[in-house]
């Protein structure tokens, strides 16, 4: 199978995921506005389904807030980087619901 075959039988999260990764490798400095990138477009590709009558989940809007403050602050990625796994792991867990 060739790469762009595979390419598009994986969903489109894993492709974001992949090329912020690479892009990520090749350029590290730019670590801040990637995971931004990734973060909102993650964020959008989620909210996007509320177009095909499903209910938002709180971890796309979780993931474009998080991305839309990396952006505005990127000296603070750490922290929201932290909080955003915290978030999404009670979120995973059922101990944190919206």
Do not use: H
């Amino acid at each position: 199978m060739d790469i762009l075959g595979m390419m598009q039988e994986l969903p489109m999260e894993a492709v974001v995921a992949i090329i912020a990764g690479v892009v990520v490798l090749l350029v590290p400095r730019i670590l801040n506005y990637a995971i931004a990138a990734y973060l909102l477009l993650i964020g959008a590709l989620g909210v996007l389904q509320f177009f095909y009558g499903q209910a938002i989940r709180p971890m796309p809007v979780l993931s474009i807030v998080a991305g839309a403050i990396v952006l505005i602050k990127p000296a603070i990625l750490n922290y929201v980087v932290g909080i955003y796994l915290i978030l999404v792991g009670l979120l995973e867990a059922g101990i944190l619901r919206f």
